[in-house]
């Protein structure tokens, strides 16, 4: 059992370069997320998507977009690279009842933009 | 958009000793969650806790939820080097799908 699976690990973008991460989960949940991890910050939600085909806009969702035409899969796309979204992202995914709202994480994918 | 403060953001003591940290907000919460994440790792849920006053132990780790469920706290009694690592707080809104998460508190057991 997989779990919640990131690719790339690690990354160096130069600025203005794009990319796309790569999302993956095997457990059938509905929710899936996308955060950024900087130090002392905690997690800052960046978007995130309750199903197929929808996505939403988090904390911080400037200079980034997502994709979700699977639901196994959440695609966090950056158009034009800033060092200022050099980073730890995580991906989570969760499902979304009263009983059970446990987010599973991806091992995380560092980032750093030149 | 609710506003988590986990305090202290940094805590380093002996091996042996016990220590609690907190999780603030003015806001009232669905649920709340404490995660543990260590270095190179993702998150990793502790506990969920649901009802106000609600206590959960988990071995040495004892989580509480505030009876007006805006605060939590978590103790960990005779901590050990396997305890170091980021706490974090994350509280869920149900209307709004998605959860808030506090800065985390860094901690570090010496042995």
């Known amino acids: 059992n997989a779990g919640v699976t990131q690719t790339p690990k690690f990354r160096v973008l130069k600025t203005g370069q794009s990319m796309t991460l790569l999302c993956a989960q095997d457990?059938?949940?509905?929710?899936m997320y996308w955060y950024r991890q900087d130090p002392g910050m905690g997690l800052r939600l960046i978007h995130y998507?309750?199903?197929?085909?929808?996505?939403a806009k988090g904390e911080v969702p400037d200079g980034y977009n997502v994709s979700r035409l699977k639901k196994q899969n959440f695609l966090l796309g950056l158009e034009s690279a800033a060092p200022s979204q050099t980073s730890v992202y995580f991906c989570a995914s969760s499902y979304w009842r009263p009983s059970n709202t446990e987010a599973f994480f991806g091992q995380g994918t560092r980032l750093t933009v030149v | 958009t609710q506003l988590l403060e986990q305090s202290p953001q940094f805590l380093s003591i002996q091996e042996g000793e016990n220590l609690t940290v907190y999780c603030n907000s003015s806001s009232v919460f669905s649920s709340l969650q404490w995660y543990r994440q260590e270095p190179g790792e993702g998150p990793v849920l502790l506990v969920t806790?649901?009802?106000?006053?609600e206590v959960k132990k988990l071995k040495r780790l004892t989580f509480q939820f505030g009876d007006a469920r805006k605060d939590s706290s978590l103790h960990i009694t005779a901590a050990q080097p396997g305890d170091t690592g980021l706490y974090l707080c994350a509280a869920h809104n149900t209307n709004a799908g998605k959860s808030t998460f506090g800065d985390g508190t860094t901690l570090t057991v010496k042995p």
């Open positions: 806790v649901v009802t106000g006053g």
């Open positions: 457990m059938n949940h509905e929710y």
């Open positions: 998507s309750v199903g197929e085909g929808t996505t």
